[in-house]
């Protein structure tokens, strides 16, 4: 089993920053990717940022958030943080994480994290 512990999200003013941050823990043998997604009521999970954690891998972005989030890990912590500056009342959602992790003796599989609710609101 893996588990992935969220923190970070919270209430801020359009215009300021947060960082979340997702560490996973438990039976990893290697992780293959991370990444955040969101979702508000009613509408579809969404990705926000995502990196793939082979070498020469890409890290994608939503459009609505190109310019204004930027996803890094550090590797030693299986820790991916997302670092979301100039925010606006529309990132306001609950953010997962994403991880696709690999255990010993088991294929590839998805894992998320609990949620953190981010409100962006003056």
């Known amino acids: 089993q893996v588990q992935l512990v969220e923190s970070g999200g919270g209430l801020v003013q359009p215009g300021g920053s947060l960082r979340l941050s997702c560490a996973a823990s438990?039976?990893?043998?290697?992780?293959?990717?991370m990444g955040w997604y969101r979702q508000v009521p009613g509408k579809e999970r969404e990705l926000v940022a995502a990196?793939?954690?082979?070498?020469?891998?890409?890290?994608n972005y939503a459009n609505s958030v190109k310019g204004r989030f930027a996803i890094s890990r550090e590797n030693e912590k299986n820790t991916v943080y997302l670092q979301m500056n100039n925010l606006k009342p529309e990132d306001t959602a609950v953010y997962y994480c994403?991880?696709?992790?690999?255990?010993?003796?088991?294929?590839?599989?998805?894992?998320w994290g609990q949620g953190t609710q981010v409100t962006v609101s003056s």
């Open positions: 438990g039976s990893i043998l290697s992780i293959n990717a």
């Open positions: 994403n991880a696709e992790v690999t255990s010993a003796g088991w294929d590839p599989y998805d894992y």
């Open positions: 990196m793939s954690f082979i070498p020469g891998g890409t890290v």
